[in-house]
């Protein structure tokens, strides 16, 4: 056992204590907490700004954005979505009475494999789920084409794609709705949130019902709502941290450089190349152990690498289809979904963050070039 540091897979951006300070003072001296305050608004704002998008919703974390989104819709029945994400993308199908439909991946990009998709909705199917899969963009025109001629309505999980724009516009602003996680681990975080980002004012009214039990007044109940809303606390810190995520997306980016200059020459890791025209935020590094290649299985080297401090993830193993809740659907059945298995059984996500120097770099690409 090495007595080295730990390197964990991520590092929470944190804005400056000195710079948090002042705008506590002035929630503590407003005496408004919660419940659209100031900060609330303002993060609304410059969050609308920075990600080019007309309308966003702050939730108080990543899951209930989908769950609410879902309510908003009143969409019922059959959703079609991936078994290659974090399990909140199933569960707030799960939450809403509504059965998953599970459809293979795309081995190049590890999102739904559009391919798929119309031979799996039945009459029941009410919409598609779909996930950017560690800020890749899915083939949303597609995707839409699909939805279009079948009256499907799309709902993007996009947790991992804050600021990720094609061709310089969003992709938040495509399909129904999207929603993002603003969890500690993510790229811009607000210690725990998420967002509902849509397209017109009247939904995101109806949203901002929802998310605050149905209230439309003091007396009104227009919905069964529930209570998703976002504190002026993490507001502030989250208008702090949006000032800096473009260096700490610069930061990743070149951790990803780093990586793939060596990684080039390793025989059985591949890796995920940049995409022509897209602005990634480098949210996640994952590699791929072909065992019979590299001459280790992908357990091996995760646990080789753990036993010497260096904390990758296997984002993501075992496959949401696998868990108990999903495993008995038809479309769960291991032969529907051959790539994403073979996928989740090679993956590890290498460390990437805004902190990740040089020579920790070093040491993480010296435990896998062998
Ligand atoms: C992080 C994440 C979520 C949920 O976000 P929370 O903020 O933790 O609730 C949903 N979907 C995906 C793909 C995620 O990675």
């Known amino acids: ?82 078994p290659y994400s974090f399990v909140a993308t199933t569960h707030s199908l799960w939450w809403n009475g509504i059965k998953p439909v599970f459809v293979d991946i795309d081995s190049d990009t590890c999102n739904i494999d559009v391919d798929k998709i119309e031979s799996a909705i ?42 990720v724009e094609v061709d310089g516009r969003s992709v938040l602003e495509v399909g129904d709705m999207s929603t993002l996680s603003f969890h500690a681990t993510k790229v811009f975080n607000t210690v725990e949130g998420g967002a509902l ?33 976002m504190d002026e606390v993490r507001s502030a810190y989250g208008l702090l941290n949006l000032k800096q995520v473009d260096k700490a997306i610069e930061a990743r980016r070149k951790v990803a450089v780093c990586y793939r200059e060596v990684l080039r020459d390793v025989p059985g890791i591949s890796f995920m190349e940049d995409m022509p025209g897209v602005r990634h935020n480098y949210s996640y590094f994952p590699v791929f152990v072909n065992a019979e290649k590299y001459g280790m299985t992908r357990d091996e080297l995760y646990f080789k690498m753990k036993e010497h401090g260096v904390l990758g993830r296997r984002y993501f193993y075992p496959l949401i289809s696998e868990f108990s809740t999903y495993r008995g659907l038809e479309s769960a059945r291991l032969e529907n979904l051959s790539v994403a298995c073979k996928i989740a059984d090679s993956v590890i996500c290498l460390p990437i963050h805004h902190e990740l120097g040089v020579e920790e770099i070093d040491r993480i690409l010296s435990l896998i070039v062998l």
């Not at 397209?199 to 995101?204: G, V, Y």
């Open 122 to 163: 039945t009459p029941k199917t009410t919409a598609i789920m779909p996930v950017h899969v560690y800020g890749k963009p899915c083939d949303v025109k597609r995707i839409q084409e699909i939805a279009d001629k079948y009256g499907l309505k799309v709902i993007y999980d996009a947790a991992h794609a804050f600021g």
């Open 197 to 229: 980002v849509c397209c017109d004012e009247k939904t995101k009214q109806r949203i901002d019902y929802l998310k605050n039990f149905g209230f439309a007044g003091e007396t009104t109940i227009v919905a069964p709502g529930i209570n998703g809303k």
């Open 1 to 82: 056992m090495d007595i080295q540091k730990q390197i964990t897979v991520t590092a929470p951006l944190l804005p400056s204590l000195d710079d948090f300070l002042p705008y506590l003072q002035d929630i503590w001296e407003r005496k408004w907490i919660t419940n659209n305050g100031y900060y609330h608004q303002e993060l609304e704002k410059a969050l609308c700004e920075y990600l080019k998008v007309p309308y966003i919703s702050l939730f108080t974390n990543g899951t209930l954005p989908l769950i609410c989104a879902l309510q908003a819709l009143r969409i019922t029945g059959e959703v079609i979505t991936t």
